[in-house]
């Protein structure tokens, strides 16, 4: 393990998302609405991988998969994003954010745009460190190849979820109706299930090499966002309201995929609902 270069890696990396943020913060605040922070979730961190394929000195096959892993998620969950977003207002959890703490810049890009920024830096710092860290070798290669296998099932549950969701929302036979199909009959929040293992999939590529595994801790609060922190958690206290939902929470996992209930079950409320 060279630590010198997981600094370099680290640093640059500290840097270019900071660039990042700040331009999209000039770009938000020119159009009047800051969710195109979400847009650029995906690239920060396939910029990130970038830096450590290039500044890293490291096993290079694991640096060029891992790159390659990474631009792939991010630059779909980016166009999709964006796609998403293209045409429409605030995202009312940043209007809520802004009218609790207020809307001075200071307040905007540092409660925005340089708390991802942050969240970017340490969650990807398994790719950083990997960029550093020696080859995988003997029985290492197992978890190598489950890291692979884990982040195809996470793009694939994200991609998938994404398309059939959009296609549900097209149809306007399906206006005020709750989306239960396909893989949204198996999770509440496949796309949040796909993040999660894609992270912990990119994760275990990383600790096939000391000492990748001492970052654990970053797919470990990756997977806490997701399930009970901004993600899924913050998503049903908005859809509550919405008639019906109630009764797919009743039937419907929410979170890790199961085959649904063929009936509903007694349900008390969102705010009491626990990961299936």
């Known amino acids: 393990m060279n630590w010198d270069a997981a600094l370099r890696v680290s640093l640059l990396s500290a840097l270019v998302l900071m660039v990042l943020q700040v331009g999209t913060y000039l770009v938000g605040r020119r159009a009047g609405r800051y969710n195109v922070v979400d847009v650029i979730w995906g690239v920060g961190f396939a910029l990130v991988a970038a830096v450590a394929l290039v500044v890293g000195d490291g096993s290079m096959l694991r640096r060029v998969v891992l790159f390659l892993l990474v631009l792939i998620w991010g630059t779909r969950l980016s166009w999709h994003l964006a796609r998403r977003t293209s045409g429409h207002g605030e995202d009312p959890r940043y209007s809520a954010l802004l009218d609790r703490h207020g809307r001075s810049p200071g307040v905007v890009f540092v409660r925005i745009f340089l708390t991802q920024a942050v969240a970017q830096w340490v969650i990807s710092l398994p790719i950083q460190?990997?960029?550093?860290?020696?080859?995988?070798?003997?029985?290492?290669?197992?978890?190598?190849?489950?890291?692979?296998?884990?982040?195809?099932?996470?793009?694939?549950?994200?991609?998938?979820?994404?398309?059939?969701?959009?296609?549900?929302?097209?149809?306007?036979?399906?206006?005020?109706?709750?989306?239960?199909?396909?893989?949204?009959?198996?999770?509440?929040?496949?796309?949040?299930?796909g993040d999660?293992?894609?992270?912990?999939?990119?994760?275990?590529?990383?600790?096939?090499?000391?000492?990748?595994?001492?970052?654990?801790?970053?797919?470990?609060?990756?997977?806490?966002?997701?399930?009970?922190?901004?993600?899924?958690?913050?998503?049903?206290?908005?859809?509550?309201?919405?008639?019906?939902?109630?009764?797919?929470?009743?039937?419907?996992?929410?979170?890790?995929?199961?085959?649904?209930?063929?009936?509903?079950?007694?349900?008390?409320?969102?705010?009491?609902?626990?990961?299936?």
């Open 129 to 193: 460190v990997s960029a550093a860290a020696g080859e995988t070798r003997g029985l290492a290669w197992w978890v190598f190849a489950a890291g692979v296998i884990g982040w195809i099932v996470g793009v694939l549950f994200e991609a998938v979820g994404d398309y059939q969701l959009a296609r549900f929302k097209d149809d306007p036979a399906n206006r005020g109706h709750i989306m239960d199909r396909g893989l949204w009959a198996w999770t509440r929040h496949p796309n949040y299930f």
């Open 196 to 276: 999660f293992c894609v992270w912990w999939g990119l994760w275990l590529i990383a600790a096939s090499a000391w000492p990748g595994v001492l970052t654990v801790f970053a797919p470990v609060i990756m997977s806490y966002v997701l399930i009970r922190g901004t993600g899924a958690r913050l998503l049903e206290l908005v859809m509550r309201s919405r008639p019906g939902y109630a009764e797919y929470q009743s039937r419907t996992a929410y979170f890790f995929p199961r085959p649904p209930s063929s009936s509903p079950k007694k349900h008390n409320s969102p705010n009491s609902d626990k990961p299936s």
